[in-house]
């Protein structure tokens, strides 16, 4: 059984963090790789590949970070809790092909 999609309607951040990042985002649902669990909806800033997931930009927000992020479905350790130094910000690092991507339109 697939768990169901998260959906809700969402309002875009824009902060100096967007406008360093090129200036446009998108929503992406991320699940975990190993058993398709849905996990959250990210806004992701810019071009490139998702290295790491800013807390703030987790949808829902989580309300305290734990040290891993781990998928609720299967156990799965996905990623690491760190600061990323550059910005001063928490963030989950991910580890490489632990999570699936897929962007979707906000309502």
Do not use: N, W
């Not at 590949?49 to 970070?65: F, G, N, S």
């Not at 734990?66 to 990623?79: D, F, I, N, P, Y």
């Amino acid at each position: 059984m697939k768990p169901k999609s998260v959906k809700k309607a969402v309002v875009f951040k824009k902060d100096a963090f967007l406008r360093a990042r090129g200036g446009y985002s998108r929503l992406l649902e991320l699940s975990c790789e190993h058993c398709k669990g849905v996990l959250c909806l990210y806004q992701k800033d810019g071009p490139g590949i998702l290295k790491r997931l800013y807390t703030d930009r987790m949808i829902p927000e989580p309300t305290r970070t734990a040290k891993q992020l781990v998928c609720e479905h299967c156990e799965r350790v996905l990623g690491a809790l760190i600061t990323y130094k550059k910005e001063d910000r928490p963030a989950y690092r991910l580890f490489v092909g632990a999570v699936a991507k897929k962007i979707v339109k906000s309502q």
